[in-house]
């Protein structure tokens, strides 16, 4: 792909999303689709990311906040577990972060060299609210 | 079929804007989605008329500006529909923007253009500004000199930009009020005739082909978006030529009427001649026979696909005269015009010892008469005689005030 010539794409400013026909889509996990290199599933945009969003499952109580608000599209959930992130495509905005409703937060905003374990092993208390 | 068809005398008095109205009603336009604007209006308001009284099946779009109306050509050209509409001008201008989002994107589009000057000052009446102004958008150019050509064209359009190997949009061209307004005897197609002419329309990458999901107007950085260019230049250069010669020739079997990428008018002999474009090639036509008369052998070329520009034809068409002058209806804005320099570019390398020079003439409606026409081919044989150009190399025709001439 790197070193194709003028000559050798279709015409047009146009790019395939998967490889050959697909039938029930919307029936078909994202890993079990055929993205083609060009779509942009296949690119990785975690350079635009400079904080990153860490899951620390122990608080999580998969309502499915975070997969609902992500822009991106970036919470796997499967069975209506979340089971994290994808780390290619999430910007980094936060709005996981801001839904989540679970005390103390099951997603939490780190720099982007934080270390995963590292920060799920120091992972902030339980807050007590004060009355 | 669920529209009803029209009868339609063998020739019938149409303006220019009507043919090509009746021509998008022949080939079942899908979808028009336009704006109004003069001299252009009676093309795309008489597609909508069409469609009122089922004798098209399809959809108007009615949109709020020409930059949306072409934005909505390419989503349904996108989305895998015949698709045309017409604009002028100023509309034009506003639609520049998407006009190279078609071309980028390989969408075969037709969009009549009746040619109209350019504000400010703001003026309603025809000269080549707008067809200039589209000139470097990878788009297909034809020109017509009369209602005829504007009817035939639209067809040649269709099955040019639809062919899976040219994939290019399309403008016909035609002068504003002089041939859009201007009614004449047009030999018509009868409507079965005339849509086997073009064909059914065949989908490439439709965004309506569920089954082959596509993203239509992809974004390339440095990385990708030189050799799209490319890939569209080469087509332009080496694929489009032949297919616009084959649509002209079964044209010609079909019909009885022949185009040529450059019409050649009395030049096997001819020693100067004008090279135009739009009715000016009638009335250059019409004094150069008159000028033979005079005993000079003038002869005339018109343009007939102004893009890709026919390099190789005009060399064939020029290669013997002796003397030429390159009409412009276009303000150069601090340039020779557009033809002036194009022609030198094609003669430039050759053997010829043609004399070139340019004439800038009939902005924003202004006239061009046989008198002009009779004093230029004089001016062009004087340049013959004397073996040089005995004039600047661009001068004005028809305008008031003390003689302007430049270069």
């Known amino acids: ?131 | 079929m669920a529209f009803d068809k029209m009868e339609l005398r063998d020739i019938e008095v149409w303006d220019g804007n009507f043919a090509a109205a009746q021509a998008l009603r022949q080939c079942q336009i899908d979808v028009v989605a336009a704006y109004p604007i003069t001299p252009s209006t009676p093309i795309v308001e008489g597609y909508a008329k069409f469609l009122a009284d089922n004798y098209v099946e399809g959809e108007f779009v009615m949109v709020e500006s020409e930059h949306a109306a072409m934005s909505g050509c390419i989503g349904a050209a996108a989305a895998g529909g015949r698709v045309a509409t017409a604009t002028s001008s100023q509309g034009f201008a506003l639609m520049v923007e998407t006009l190279y989002q078609a071309s980028g994107m390989r969408l075969p589009i037709v969009l009549n253009v009746v040619n109209r000057a350019l504000a400010a000052p703001l003026n309603v009446n025809g000269d080549h500004s707008d067809m200039y102004l589209g000139r470097d958008s990878g788009w297909i150019q034809f020109d017509s000199y009369c209602p005829q050509d504007a009817y035939d064209l639209n067809f040649i359009a269709f099955r040019v930009a639809e062919d899976h190997d040219v994939r290019l949009p399309c403008m016909v061209h035609q002068d504003g009020f002089m041939t859009s307004h201007t009614a004449q005897g047009v030999h018509t197609m009868d409507d079965d005739t005339a849509y086997s002419f073009v064909g059914d329309f065949k989908p490439m990458n439709d965004m309506l082909d569920f089954e082959h999901p596509v993203t239509h107007g992809v974004q390339t950085e440095e990385d990708w978006h030189f050799e799209h260019k490319a890939r569209q230049h080469n087509d332009l250069m080496t694929k489009v030529m032949p297919k616009i010669q084959a649509a002209f020739d079964d044209f010609k079997t079909l019909t009885g009427r022949e185009y040529n990428i450059v019409e050649r008018y009395d030049m096997d002999d001819a020693d100067v001649c004008v090279v135009c474009m739009g009715t000016s090639v009638e009335t250059a036509r019409e004094v150069a026979l008159e000028m033979r008369a005079k005993g000079i052998k003038a002869g005339v070329v018109g343009i007939r696909v102004v893009r890709p520009f026919p390099f190789f034809e005009i060399q064939e068409a020029l290669k013997d005269v002796k003397a030429i002058a390159a009409l412009d209806r276009s303000a150069p804005g601090g340039a020779p015009g557009m033809l002036f320099n194009e022609i030198a570019g094609c003669l430039f390398n050759t053997d010829t010892k043609a004399l070139l020079s340019g004439y800038i003439y009939g902005l924003g409606g202004r006239d061009l008469t046989k008198k002009h026409l009779v004093d230029l081919f004089t001016e062009l044989q004087a340049n013959v005689d004397a073996g040089k150009v005995l004039t600047p190399l661009q001068q004005f025709i028809g305008v008031r005030g003390p003689k302007l001439q430049f270069l």
Request: net charge negative.
């Open chain 1, 1 to 131: 792909m790197a070193n194709t010539g003028w000559d050798e794409f279709e015409i047009g400013a146009m790019l395939r999303t998967f490889e050959g026909s697909i039938d029930d889509i919307a029936g078909t996990l994202q890993e079990d689709r055929k993205y083609t290199e060009n779509s942009s599933f296949s690119a990785s945009v975690a350079d635009w990311r400079i904080e990153k969003p860490i899951f620390a499952k122990d608080y999580c109580i998969d309502c499915q906040f975070c997969w609902i608000y992500c822009p991106d599209i970036s919470i796997i959930s499967r069975d209506k577990k979340m089971i994290g992130i994808d780390m290619d495509h999430c910007k980094g905005c936060g709005i996981c972060v801001e839904v989540c409703p679970t005390n103390p937060k099951s997603l939490l905003m780190f720099p982007e060299q934080a270390d995963e374990e590292t920060e799920i092993a120091q992972w902030p208390a339980k807050e007590t609210k004060e009355k």
